[in-house]
């Protein structure tokens, strides 16, 4: 919400990158990381038709398969033991399954044959069977997964096409050694046990679920709007430009020595309105407890002017500014590694430090000042640069959330913001020093 950048064509080869393009790669990134997006979400899926030999036909339309979905793995399995084999698709966006059934009228005949290992592995993976059917010869092996991310059943599937008789199935089984069955009618389902010599007929499988008209969907429960998100382990921001109307270069270091409030508003916001309602009416307890607030505008397209009448009439001008775009960039940042991905963060929306410009607590929305009072009193007693420190819950060790810093430092390098990286990776150091024991 709070960033916009343009993608770009690629570099010619041979030339340097632009600014355009490693922007570019910056909001990719972000995206797919932190917005659960997709690298490939509009590309429909394809099936294709083995014609003989190398030929294949398009035939995505005709099977229904063309889903305009991320797909990511296939498997095939005869779900309903009718001889068809049916598919299940697994996507990275929503739907994340499908399961397809078979209804080709005239499928043909076929067979299905389960194995068990007895001297070789019991799954007998890496086995190769060889039908011979009708004059046809088919040839498989039973493999541990197959494609990406995926594994087909277990149970092998044969095709007989207008075959109305097996002549005979020969198995050789890892290891080398081979056995031949016989006796196996079409259409049919067969254990084969190595060893045994003789083929079982399995009998088909009590199968209703998806059969019928599926369930009426669940009714959506009513979303609980979160509030307010504390950081067991704080963030360091003390390099977060925060422009002030005539002091372009101000960062959150200028306000070192207490707690800083940096809130993000809009003059269209009413909400926004109504919390600085609040903070006027709460001005000596905020005061008395050492808490700056930090307006900045967020609205694009706002006049600053107008922006800063509508702050005096408030009285909470003086500290205020309008966000710049390195602003936004960096809590973005900030936000998409602490709260859920693909989150849309509500203006007003607020941000807690202590006094050493550590991000504390995240407010999405209008803050409650219940909790803002709370944590104007909590937020001084528990000072520590890694919140690691065992003094901290009465001599016993509080083992919190180790934050990826150095994830962030390159997020932050990415986005141009030096400063805010070099915090980061410092973080990440000390971090690393302290679970090596080098407190």
Same mark, same amino acid.
């Given at each position: 919400?709070?960033?916009?950048?343009?993608?770009?064509?690629?570099?010619?080869?041979?030339?340097?990158?632009?600014?355009?393009?490693?922007?570019?790669?910056?909001?990719?990134?972000?995206?797919?990381?932190?917005?659960?997006?997709?690298?490939?979400?509009?590309?429909?899926?394809?099936?294709?038709?083995?014609?003989?030999?190398?030929?294949?036909?398009?035939?995505?339309?005709?099977?229904?398969?063309?889903?305009?979905? /991320?797909?990511?793995?296939?498997?095939?399995?005869?779900?309903?033991?009718?001889?068809?084999?049916?598919?299940?698709?697994?996507?990275?966006? @929503?739907?994340?399954?499908?399961?397809?059934?078979?209804?080709?009228? &005239?499928?043909?005949?076929?067979?299905?044959?389960?194995?068990?290992?007895?001297?070789?592995?019991?799954?007998?993976? %890496?086995?190769?069977?060889?039908?011979?059917?009708?004059?046809?010869?088919?040839?498989?092996?039973?493999?541990?997964?197959?494609?990406?991310?995926?594994?087909?059943?277990?149970?092998?599937?044969?095709?007989?096409?207008?075959?109305?008789?097996?002549?005979?199935?020969?198995?050789?089984?890892?290891?080398?050694?081979?056995?031949?069955?016989?006796?196996?009618?079409? &259409?049919?389902?067969?254990?084969?046990?190595?060893?045994?010599?003789?083929?079982?007929?399995?009998?088909?499988?009590?199968?209703?679920?998806?059969?019928?008209?599926?369930?009426?969907?669940?009714?959506?429960?009513?979303?609980?709007?979160?509030?307010?998100?504390?950081?067991?382990?704080?963030?360091?921001?003390?390099?977060?430009?925060?422009?002030?109307?005539?002091?372009?270069?101000?960062?959150?270091?200028?306000?070192?020595?207490?707690? #800083?409030?940096?809130?993000? =508003?809009?003059?269209?916001? @009413?909400?926004?309105?109504?919390?600085?309602?609040? =903070?006027?009416?709460?001005? &000596? =307890?905020?005061?008395?407890?050492?808490?700056?607030?930090?307006?900045?505008? #967020?609205?694009?397209?706002?006049?600053?002017?107008?922006?800063?009448?509508?702050?005096?009439?408030?009285?909470? /001008?003086?500290?205020?500014?309008?966000?710049?775009?390195?602003?936004?960039?960096?809590?973005?940042?900030?936000?998409?590694?602490?709260?859920?991905?693909?989150?849309?963060?509500?203006?007003?929306?607020?941000?807690?430090?202590?006094?050493? *410009?550590?991000?504390?607590?995240?407010?999405?929305?209008?803050?409650? =000042?219940?909790?803002?009072? *709370?944590?104007?009193?909590?937020?001084?007693?528990?000072?520590?640069?890694?919140?690691?420190?065992?003094?901290?819950?009465? *001599?016993?060790?509080?083992?919190?959330?180790?934050?990826?810093?150095?994830?962030?430092?390159?997020?932050?390098?990415?986005? *141009?913001?030096?400063?805010?990286?070099?915090?980061?990776?410092?973080? @990440?150091?000390?971090?690393?020093?302290?679970?090596? %024991?080098?407190?």
């Amino acid at each position: 919400m709070f960033w916009r950048r343009v993608a770009s064509q690629s570099s010619v080869e041979g030339e340097e990158f632009t600014e355009e393009y490693k922007d570019a790669w910056f909001t990719m990134n972000m995206l797919v990381e932190d917005q659960s997006m997709s690298w490939s979400g509009r590309e429909s899926n394809r099936v294709f038709l083995n014609l003989g030999g190398v030929r294949f036909a398009d035939i995505s339309g005709l099977t229904g398969a063309d889903y305009i979905e /991320d797909g990511r793995a296939c498997a095939r399995l005869d779900w309903d033991e009718d001889g068809r084999q049916d598919l299940v698709l697994r996507s990275r966006n @929503a739907p994340r399954l499908r399961m397809m059934l078979n209804r080709w009228p &005239n499928p043909g005949n076929w067979l299905q044959i389960d194995l068990v290992g007895r001297t070789c592995n019991r799954d007998a993976i %890496g086995a190769q069977i060889l039908v011979e059917a009708g004059g046809m010869r088919l040839r498989d092996t039973l493999r541990a997964g197959e494609g990406i991310l995926s594994m087909s059943s277990k149970r092998l599937h044969f095709g007989l096409g207008a075959a109305v008789a097996v002549d005979r199935v020969r198995v050789r089984w890892p290891g080398g050694a081979e056995e031949i069955f016989t006796g196996l009618a079409p &259409n049919a389902r067969w254990l084969l046990v190595q060893g045994a010599g003789t083929a079982v007929p399995v009998g088909k499988s009590a199968v209703t679920a998806l059969l019928g008209p599926p369930p009426a969907p669940a009714q959506a429960s009513e979303r609980r709007n979160i509030s307010r998100v504390p950081l067991l382990s704080r963030l360091p921001m003390s390099a977060l430009p925060l422009p002030g109307w005539d002091t372009p270069d101000r960062t959150l270091a200028d306000f070192a020595g207490g707690m #800083v409030l940096v809130n993000l =508003f809009s003059t269209t916001c @009413a909400a926004c309105s109504e919390e600085f309602e609040m =903070f006027k009416r709460r001005r &000596n =307890f905020l005061a008395n407890a050492g808490m700056k607030i930090v307006p900045m505008l #967020v609205e694009e397209g706002a006049d600053p002017q107008t922006a800063r009448a509508w702050l005096t009439e408030r009285n909470f /001008d003086k500290l205020a500014g309008v966000a710049s775009p390195a602003t936004l960039d960096a809590i973005a940042i900030a936000l998409s590694d602490v709260l859920p991905r693909s989150e849309e963060i509500p203006l007003p929306a607020s941000l807690l430090f202590d006094a050493q *410009g550590q991000l504390c607590v995240i407010y999405v929305g209008e803050i409650q =000042f219940r909790e803002l009072s *709370g944590d104007s009193v909590s937020i001084p007693r528990l000072q520590s640069d890694l919140l690691l420190d065992p003094r901290l819950v009465g *001599g016993n060790l509080l083992v919190a959330r180790v934050r990826n810093f150095d994830k962030l430092a390159k997020k932050f390098a990415q986005a *141009g913001l030096a400063p805010l990286a070099a915090l980061a990776e410092r973080r @990440a150091a000390d971090v690393q020093a302290y679970l090596k %024991g080098g407190q």
